[in-house]
């Protein structure tokens, strides 16, 4: 079996324009660190925003995309917002304070949090609470685990995608469909574990 993980954090931010917009902040990665993008507009159409071919690939095995475009990438994240300039997106979010699903899982050990088999445990329960899945199965006979430690709100948006205004700030909703999950209909900042595995299960 093998296995990748990535540590960083998750932006998920919809649009009065329709688009939705999911950027990965990646600190540590087989890759080394990065970002990436995954856009749907309005009409559905899906495409991925990434730095490199090998990135690429990985992503677009691991999910579902309508195009993919590979572009230099510049992304920051800061104690107050979020920045990401690649390809057509470019976008600014501020961050606002801990929500409510931060605090709770502030009180999670971060080991526990962060376990694929803690994930599958509340995989349920969060998509009956949040709307989303922690755990299922991904492309190329793969599954995937998310393992939140902290969730912030995202207060405000200034965006452009393919030279277009993205307008305010938004719930995510329709949900985006690159994979299993989309993210929390609510913006936010999610700070994550992202474990990838390919074979009949995921280590602990």
Not at 42 to 60: D, K, W
Not at 162 to 170: I, M, P, V
Not at 194 to 204: E, Q
């Amino acid at each position: 079996m093998s296995q990748w993980r990535f540590d960083g954090a998750i932006l998920g931010v919809g649009s009065t324009s329709g688009v939705r917009a999911v950027v990965g902040l990646w600190r540590e990665t087989p890759f080394g660190p990065f970002a990436d993008a995954m856009v749907a507009d309005a009409s559905g159409h899906r495409t991925l925003v990434a730095p490199t071919q090998e990135v690429a690939t990985f992503i677009a095995e691991t999910y579902s995309f309508d195009e993919v475009v590979l572009a230099p990438v510049r992304a920051r994240l800061s104690g107050r917002d979020v920045a990401f300039d690649g390809g057509d997106l470019h976008l600014r979010a501020r961050l606002g304070e801990r929500d409510l699903l931060g605090h709770a899982l502030a009180l999670l050990p971060r080991s526990v949090a962060r376990s694929p088999r803690f994930s599958r445990l509340v995989s349920p329960a969060a998509y009956a609470i949040a709307g989303v899945r922690t755990f299922g199965t991904a492309g190329r006979g793969r599954s995937e685990a998310y393992g939140a430690t902290d969730r912030r709100h995202v207060l405000a948006l200034e965006a452009t995608w393919r030279g277009e205004s993205l307008g305010d700030l938004a719930p995510v909703d329709p949900p985006v469909r690159f994979g299993f999950s989309s993210t929390p209909a609510a913006p936010g900042l999610t700070s994550v574990t992202t474990t990838v595995a390919s074979g009949a299960r995921h280590s602990s």
